[in-house]
């Protein structure tokens, strides 16, 4: 066990880190606890690079949460196309109207996680950076940055190592500084403490870390496997008539909910030999499944009899609908007419 001296230290060392190298991020000058919530929700899963801008988007269409609240679930989906994971657009609409009902953002850790698709971590990431509160925030980044550095190898996946990973990191939060350390601690796991090639040898807290003294970075933070990646095919025909194609909505209970998709060969009767191949076995990688994809073409002189879900829409204005991120690669692949 370090004792406490050990972790100021390591604090200390991190926000001095952090006064020289932190990341100039666009919601990091602001306490809006809307503009924070965003960035926190459209970064999960997301690179910085690519989340930056996603948020400006949203800020410059919906600068509050209330014009948020107010925008279909269609649009936001439309605004999140390419992001990948909708369930956190669809969250994050649902929790901007719960935000208006409340009167407000709400202002304590309970509160703010009781907001649609906010847990333990971007509670305390808003709390703290929006209100001050004293709350530590453990990710991906933190885990890898204390197993490494204290020599810790419980599974950072495991009941047990989520309370000890989560007890520690409040522990070494120094009081009225919660804002800056967690984004300290956050941006050297990005930066210094890389789960590749970590800087071991520019870093500042070479000489007390475990990890590195023991040679075990590779090994650290200890993760259990999980869910065993699955295979999936799917056939879908995109059909071409009189300028139209048909698309419908992916409904409950599965992936893409509320999204659009063209025709699928599960509905249809017309063989796809009557098609044309665009792409074949395309490979589309999701967390716990991998989609394979044949993609066909079919321009019929009349439009044929499809099930009541689907709809018509002009070519032109395929865009306004927020496709899946495997459909938008593929259609890009339908030749021009």
């Known amino acids: 066990m370090i004792d406490h001296k050990g972790y100021n230290d390591f604090t200390l060392t991190l926000l001095r880190w952090f006064r020289e190298n932190g990341r100039s991020l666009p919601w990091r000058g602001t306490r809006d606890p809307y503009a924070i919530w965003l960035s926190e929700i459209i970064l999960q899963q997301t690179r910085v690079t690519q989340g930056w801008e996603y948020w400006e988007r949203f800020v410059s269409r919906w600068p509050t949460v209330e014009q948020l609240a107010e925008a279909t679930e269609d649009e936001v989906l439309r605004e999140w196309q390419g992001l990948g994971y909708y369930s956190r657009a669809r969250n994050l609409h649902h929790a901007a109207r719960q935000i208006v009902d409340m009167g407000g953002f ?86 210094q403490c890389t789960p590749q090639s970590p800087r071991c040898l520019l870093c500042p807290l070479q000489e007390s870390c475990s990890a590195l003294r023991e040679g075990r970075t590779e090994e650290l933070p200890v993760k259990l496997k999980t869910v065993k990646v699955k295979e999936r095919r799917l056939t879908y025909i995109y059909i071409r008539c009189k300028g139209e194609t048909a698309i419908r909505r992916r409904g409950e209970g599965d992936i893409w909910q509320g999204l659009w998709e063209p025709l699928s060969a599960e509905d249809t009767q017309i063989p796809t030999r009557h098609c044309r191949l665009i792409k074949k076995s395309f490979r589309h990688v999701l967390t716990h499944r991998v989609l394979l994809c044949d993609f066909y073409l079919w321009e019929p002189k009349e439009k044929p009899l499809l099930p009541e879900d689907y709809i018509w829409v002009e070519e032109q204005d395929l865009d306004r609908y927020a496709l899946p991120r495997m459909i938008e690669l593929l259609v890009r692949m339908v030749p021009v007419r």
């Open 106 to 191: 709400p202002k304590t850790l309970e509160g703010i996680r009781s907001l649609k698709g906010v847990g333990d971590y971007t509670a305390a990431a808003i709390g703290s950076m929006a209100f001050d509160l004293p709350a530590a925030v453990v990710d991906g980044n933190v885990y890898r940055v204390l197993a490494r550095y204290f020599g810790i190898a419980t599974p950072i996946n495991s009941t047990e190592g989520k309370k000890e990973f989560a007890a520690l990191a409040q522990e070494l939060l120094p009081k009225g500084e919660a804002a800056t350390y967690n984004q300290a601690i956050m941006d050297f796991g990005a930066i």
